[in-house]
């Protein structure tokens, strides 16, 4: 029986533990991370990291959780209560729902039903993770411009701009995928990848789905509608409280989201890794083994998160806005015409005069469009002096012309000494 057929056949208390230990699994999961994060970061500074509260400080994140429902909730009088108060789940109800379609294991028995772990299998359960994703930013927009300040609102005009770049990245990067697969079903993206992974037959799409997750979840180096050393607090810096605690919550599950959508389209889903599937493929990737391998390439994918954050400085906005568009997007759609044509080719069998034929046309049509391209002005040494970074300053050997100085007359002092015998001279002063 297929994928479809077990998940059609489930009982309704089956279907209810599912989505039970989908809608538990954002909170614990950023429980985790946020104390995780913040031993691994400490870590890698040398310095100590959370220590007091529970064993090694592993309860922290817990305290966390238990103090922030019981912090004063302050609203500006210029927010829109409405908005204000909608933003936070907009943000965190699309982050949750997107688990349900992400298999995180094959068919298994729970209680003595054969069933697959997954929730649903849509036909389009990529593009259902690709809507939830984008979903969030839009709390994150909202939450800027409900609460009547300028610093949240300059946060959300750059989160709209920063999805609309790398949205379009992340979404590019998933084509590869669906010509090599030949399906938007996230369970038969999986199953395609029984003899190789896609990060490795699709390398450039996984590096930049890479670059992509992590400017689409808002982190570092890419943390820039939160930038606390620009804009405070950015986009939620008018909340507090649990309004807050949401945010967090949505942040941590989009990051959990991306990194196990992109185990489930590049590193084989639940599949065992390389070593592990020599031993015993047929036992290694039947039953609950097959959870264990999936939760171990997300949480190295997590890990990953973490390093940028302890690592990296935040870029600039236009250096990250110039990544988006005239690196990663350029990048993309050449390599989907270099994927479509060797599926065309592998399809179709054509020979190799064919293939160098074909190559050769392409070839001529990208140096003659390089050509046409305008040359870039570089501007003379005269017009712009010393620059930093493009930018015009003032010339290294401007003077500031001071004030003129006068001639004081000598004082009784200055008199008596030149009486006494003293030299005159004349005091100057400015």
């Given at each position: 029986m297929d994928r479809a057929a077990l998940l059609a056949d489930d009982p309704i208390w089956l279907i209810l533990i599912k989505v039970v230990?989908?809608?538990?699994l954002g909170p614990i999961m950023t429980t985790?991370?946020?104390i995780w994060e913040?031993?691994?970061v400490a870590r890698m500074q040398q310095r100590p990291g959370p220590n007091r509260v529970g064993p090694n400080g592993w309860l922290?994140?817990?305290?966390d959780a238990i103090k922030l429902p019981f912090k004063e909730q302050i609203i500006p009088t210029t927010a829109d209560r409405k908005v204000y108060w909608l933003a936070p789940l907009v943000s965190t109800i699309p982050a949750?729902?997107?688990f349900s379609v992400i298999p995180f294991g094959p068919e298994v028995s729970i209680f003595g039903e054969r069933t697959v772990l997954q929730l649903v299998d849509l036909p389009v359960g990529v593009l259902v993770i690709l809507a939830c994703s984008s979903m969030g930013v839009y709390g994150i927009v909202l939450a800027g411009w409900s609460s009547g300040s300028p610093y949240p609102l300059l946060g959300g005009l750059r989160s709209a701009a920063q999805v609309i770049s790398y949205e379009i990245a992340m979404g590019l990067s998933f084509v590869a995928v669906i010509v090599f697969a030949g399906s938007l079903s996230t369970g038969d993206i999986v199953d395609a990848q029984h003899s190789i992974w896609y990060a490795l037959a699709l390398a450039p799409s996984f590096v930049i789905y890479l670059i992509s997750m992590v400017g689409e979840?808002?982190?570092a180096p890419f943390d820039l509608p939160e930038a606390e050393s620009e804009l405070?607090?950015?986009f939620h810096t008018e909340y507090s409280s649990m309004k807050f605690a949401l945010f967090f919550l949505a942040e941590y599950t989009n990051m959990v989201i991306v990194s196990a959508f992109a185990t489930t389209l590049f590193l084989g889903g639940y599949m065992a890794p390389w070593p592990i599937s020599l031993i015993n493929d047929n036992y290694f990737n039947t039953g609950w083994w097959p959870l264990l391998w999936f939760l171990g390439k997300t949480l190295v994918l997590l890990f990953i998160y973490i390093w940028l954050r302890g690592t990296l400085p935040r870029l600039r906005y236009d250096q990250f806005m110039r990544i988006g568009w005239k690196v990663l997007v350029p990048i993309n759609l050449v390599w989907i015409v270099v994927v479509i044509a060797v599926n065309v080719i592998v399809d179709e069998?054509?020979?190799?005069g064919q293939w160098l034929l074909g190559s050769g046309i392409v070839l001529v049509v990208l140096i003659g469009l390089s050509l046409l391209l305008p040359e870039r002005q570089v501007p003379d040494e005269d017009q712009v002096p010393v620059t930093g970074g493009g930018y015009p300053v003032p010339p290294l050997d401007l003077q500031i012309p001071g004030k003129p100085k006068r001639k004081v007359r000598p004082g009784r002092r200055d008199r008596a000494r030149v009486g006494a015998g003293a030299p005159d001279q004349e005091k100057e002063t400015d």
């Open positions: 230990i989908l809608l538990l985790f991370m946020i913040r031993k691994v922290q994140s817990v305290a949750i729902v997107a979840t808002n982190r405070v607090g950015g069998g054509l020979s190799t």
